[in-house]
Each structure stands twice: as structure tokens, then as C-alpha cells.
């Protein structure tokens, strides 16, 4: 045998020595020495659906979309009423000139169609980006309960199949976020 692998050997043997001293303790023995998670239920679904913000943000959608509603109705009015007089029109007027009016009816109709696409997605922003300002607070009211309770996790409860009562901090995290936030103004969070 050679010295260096005499030598070789032995670092060999001394490391996997070493090696086995300082390995991870068995899961048994780390789970004894830790403490059990303090963990803590929410219903977001419950929250989101009682809460006196998103109610208003939900009403103050409604009005708006009321109100494109009304306006939309009555353009289609009277692009209904321009179809009908151009079919009243259509054996007075030559084949080219209905024709252009045909053509000029259906921009409008296209430019009508983009106008309540565009009113819908603005709805859909609106809402989307005062929601937000109702998770925002809601999320700082959730961390300041978790920290005065030393909580250690948060689960919402559409995530969980079961789970005790007294873990519960839906009640005391809607009335907070009541009092905090009774409304958004759906139009402010367009800035």
C-alpha cells in the first residue's frame, strides 16, 4: 500500500467519523425539542362578503353600471331606429348610397360594441383595484391580530377541511376592518 493512500484512507475514515458526529438528529428528536405552531383560522370568503367596504364598493359598481346601462340602452336605440329608417329608405336610395349607409350603420354598431367592451373592463379595473385597498387593510389588521396573539400561521378557512372554533379570528378581524374602513370610494381609487 502507498502512503498516499494510507493517507487518503484515513482522511477518508476521519470524515465520514466526523460526518456521522455531527449529522442531523433523527425527526423524532427535532420535533420534541420544538414548539408547536400557535395557528389561527380565518374566513376571507365570510369577510369579503359581510364587510360594510366591499358592500360598497359592490353598490357603487352596481350605479355605475346602472348608468352605462341607461346610456348603452339608449345608443342602441337609436342605431335600432337608424337600421329601420335605412330599410325604410332602402328602395329610395341606390344601391350604392344604401350600401355606404349600411356601411357607415355598422362602424357605429363596431364603435358601439368597443364602447360596452371598454365600459365593462373599466368596471372590472374599478372593482379589482378597489378591492385591493380593502385586502390591503385587511392584511395589516390580520398581522396586527397574529401579533398580539404570537401567532405563527394564518390559514384561511376555505383552505382547511377542519378546524376548532376558538382558532377563529374572523369576528374580531371583520369588526376591525368595519371600523377602519367602512367605505371605498371607487372613483378616488382611480388616481
Same mark, same amino acid.
Given at each position: 500500500?502507498?502512503?498516499?493512500?494510507?493517507?487518503?484512507?484515513?482522511?477518508?475514515?476521519?470524515?465520514?467519523?466526523?460526518?456521522?458526529?455531527i449529522?442531523?438528529?433523527?425527526?423524532?428528536?427535532?420535533?420534541?425539542?420544538m414548539?408547536?405552531?400557535s395557528?389561527?383560522?380565518i374566513?376571507?370568503? &365570510?369577510?369579503?362578503?359581510?364587510s360594510t367596504?366591499v358592500?360598497?364598493?359592490?353598490?357603487?359598481?352596481?350605479q355605475?353600471?346602472?348608468?352605462?346601462?341607461?346610456?348603452l340602452?339608449?345608443?342602441e336605440?337609436?342605431?335600432?331606429?337608424a337600421?329601420?329608417e335605412l330599410? &325604410?329608405?332602402?328602395?329610395?336610395?341606390?344601391?350604392?348610397?344604401f350600401?355606404?349607409?349600411?356601411?357607415? *350603420?355598422?362602424?357605429?354598431?363596431?364603435?358601439?360594441?368597443?364602447?360596452i367592451?371598454?365600459q365593462?373592463?373599466s *368596471?372590472?379595473e374599478?372593482?379589482?383595484?378597489a378591492m &385591493?385597498?380593502?385586502e390591503?387593510?385587511?392584511?395589516?389588521?390580520?398581522?396586527?391580530?397574529?401579533?398580539?396573539r404570537?401567532?405563527?400561521?394564518?390559514l384561511?378557512k376555505?383552505t382547511?377541511v377542519?378546524?376548532?372554533?376558538?382558532l377563529?379570528i374572523?369576528?374580531p378581524?371583520l369588526?376591525? *376592518?368595519?371600523?377602519?374602513?367602512e367605505?371605498?370610494?371607487?372613483?378616488a381609487?382611480?388616481?
Amino acid at each position: 500500500m502507498t502512503p498516499s493512500r494510507t493517507i487518503f484512507g484515513a482522511l477518508a475514515v476521519l470524515a465520514l467519523s466526523v460526518g456521522l458526529t455531527i449529522a442531523p438528529k433523527p425527526a423524532a428528536a427535532q420535533t420534541a425539542e420544538m414548539q408547536s405552531p400557535s395557528i389561527a383560522v380565518i374566513d376571507m370568503q &365570510r369577510i369579503m362578503r359581510e364587510s360594510t367596504a366591499v358592500r360598497s364598493i359592490q353598490q357603487q359598481i352596481d350605479q355605475q353600471r346602472s348608468l352605462y346601462q341607461e346610456e348603452l340602452s339608449r345608443k342602441e336605440n337609436e342605431l335600432r331606429e337608424a337600421d329601420e329608417e335605412l330599410a &325604410r329608405q332602402r328602395n329610395i336610395l341606390s344601391s350604392e348610397a344604401f350600401q355606404q349607409k349600411r356601411q357607415e *350603420l355598422e362602424q357605429e354598431v363596431g364603435i358601439l360594441q368597443r364602447e360596452i367592451q371598454g365600459q365593462r373592463e373599466s *368596471l372590472d379595473e374599478d372593482y379589482s383595484r378597489a378591492m &385591493r385597498e380593502v385586502e390591503k387593510v385587511l392584511i395589516e389588521i390580520i398581522n396586527d391580530i397574529s401579533e398580539a396573539r404570537d401567532l405563527d400561521v394564518v390559514l384561511n378557512k376555505a383552505t382547511i377541511v377542519l378546524a376548532r372554533t376558538e382558532l377563529e379570528i374572523t369576528d374580531p378581524a371583520l369588526e376591525r *376592518l368595519n371600523a377602519e374602513l367602512e367605505s371605498v370610494d371607487v372613483q378616488a381609487t382611480q388616481n
